[in-house]
Every structure is written in C-alpha cells, then in structure tokens.
C-alpha cells in the first residue's frame, strides 16, 4: 500500500472546549473520520515555541525556541518536515502570523513555505513586536490560506506533506463574516470562521483525488485562549487576578494549554475519543511511526497504539509546559517565568511553579478542574532549564 499524503491542520488559539463544543462542522467532520484526543496538552502558550515542539518532537529546551522575540530553531535539531522530504515527499507550507516567520528556522525541509504576512496598521513589522495581541493583527485571513494552499496542493502529482495554518481565532475577534454557525461570542465566530475554509480546502483535496479515506490528517492548536471570564475556567483580566495576561503567553492553566487534536486517516479508528492524557510533542514520533520512518531522537512518545484497530494500553504521560514570556511582558516588572507538569495517572492533578523562586502551586484537576484553588507548596529556588 503507498504512504498516504499527509496534511497538518494548526487552527492557532483555539480552545479545546470550543473546538468540541459540537458546533464546528468540519472539526466534526474529521472527528467523525477520525481520532479524537480529548486530554491534548501543549508545551507552550506562545505560538513559535508550540509549533516548534510539533515539528521537532522535542520539550522547548532542546530545540531552543523558548522565548516570543529571542531564539531560532537550533541548527542541529531535524524537522518533520526535513525528514518528510528525505523520504520523498514533495513539501509545503502556508503560515499566516508573524510567530512562524523564517526567521524563526520552522521553514527548513519546505519546498515552499509561503509566510507572507501584511504590516502592522501603524506601518511596523509585527517581527519587532512583542505584543501578542498587537501581533494578530498581522494575520493572512483564512480564505488566502485556504486559496494558496489549494494552488500548490492540486499541482502535486506526487506523494507530498502539506502544513496549513489558520490564525483567525487569536485577538481582536472580528469575524469577517457570518459562516451560520451558532456562536456565543466574536471568538467562536472566528474559530467558526477557520473552520469554513478548513472544510472548504478539504473538499478540494477531496475533489483532486484526496479525500479523508487516504489522507493523513492531524488537526491540533498550539494554545488555547482565556478570554477573561468568558468561560468557567479563565484566569485573565483584573477581576481574576491577572491584569497582565491578555488572551495568552503569561499563564500555564487549562485554558491555554488543553488543545484540540484529531488525527484521521486510512486505518485511523472512526469516532474513537481518547480520554487519556497526551501531548504535542508527540506528534511528530507519531507521523515517524505510522509511515514506518526511523524515529528521530525525540521528548515525545508515538501516539499509534491509540490508533490500532484496538488501542494499545499505554503508560501514562507527564505533560510539562514552560513560558518564558512573563520576562517579555512590558509594563509589568516582576512578572516570573513559569514551568509546569501535568499528572494524568491516578488524581489528575498539575504543579506551576515560578523560575526563580519558591513559589509552588499544586491544583487538584479533579476536585478543582477549573484550578481556582492553589495549595502553596514550600520549594527551593527553581532553575531556568
């Protein structure tokens, strides 16, 4: 049987309880086809450093992208991508943000990787602004991602590896139109709105000869969204404590690092949901294992045995994130790094602390899913790595 083509799906910013809210046509579309994991979780909040873990398999320390503005990919760490084209894969990208810029280094093994992106209002290259908010509004909206990308797909006559990022959903929520879908605020009509044209771009690949029975497909988000008291488990916002934060980047709650994934495909289980807890850096070991590839040295774990025909048990996986962005944020002196790690096996519980400093944070996830009630833990002084 010939390898399937393979196609990532980023939908940046996008909450995993919006994304499973039901409501999303083409995510439901890809559920239904597909793998459904339910307890993803990112690395990052900060879209550079998440995406870079998905395409290396490896936790931000080891392939160097930690902070918003300062680091590039390090030069020795392979990507997905560099090893899709090494097995023949003819190779593309369209980004629409300033965090997937070549400057970063995510452009490497790429035939094309297309990261054009318009200047700020005010005339200044988003690269040089560390204001997440800011900085989406320098997005490609989802009907050009949607069009470049199907001009480059439907000219392939090969086996090829495509990347297709979505950026609506991160601020300011203004949908540009009414897809009719029924939403609850501007930021579900933009997750609504990406989600029209990644259903749009997967007819055409299904009218080109592609369709969900023979082409790979893994959906994710790099982080989620807290929209500050928009939904039970926001933390942002001065009523909730934390002035400072502004949709994401300062926090490691749920909210922003709970992510959608769906992976769908030839021989993928239809309408399977996995409860267990996984991560992103997983992914790239995943697509290694499924096209029978040699595995890259890697911080993540192949996802495959959830995806046979009856799922392999599997030992339960710490989840740790880090932000480094609190150092970034201006305006707000004193502001700490975080590390954090995620513990699924027994009482699903998570620990926060700040880099630096003793201050510890343990979150009962089952008694407290929303984690409003820390219980401060006494520690040393942490460590930057």
Known sequence: MPQPNVLFISLDTVRSDVA??????????LRSHGTTFTQAISSCPLTPVSHATVFTGLQPPGHGIRHLLSEQLRPDVRTLAERMKEAGYATGAVVSCPGLNKWYGMDRGFDLYDDEIPRLPDGRDPLTVGDVKMRGLALKRAPVVMERSIDWLTRQDGPFFFFAHFFDAHWPYEPPEDVGVEVANAYEGEVAYSDHYVGRLLDALAEAGHDLDSLLVVCFSDHGEDLAGW????????????????GHGC????????????????????????????????????????LDLKPEPSDGLSLAGYLAPEPVEQEPRVAYAETYFPAERTGYPGLSPLHAVRLSHGRPQKVIWQVGTNAIDHYDLDTDPNERHAHRLTGQPGTTD
């Open 20 to 29: 499973y809210s039901g409501r999303m046509p083409n995510i439901e579309r």
């Open 251 to 290: 926090l490691l709650f749920d909210a922003t690092q709970r992510v959608p994934l769906i992976v769908a495909g030839p021989g993928v289980p239809r309408r399977r949901e996995i409860p267990d807890q996984v991560r992103l850096v997983d992914l790239m070991p995943t697509v290694l294992d499924l």
């Open 231 to 246: 939904y039970p488990n926001d933390h942002a916002g001065e009523e909730l404590g934390h002035p400072y934060e502004e």
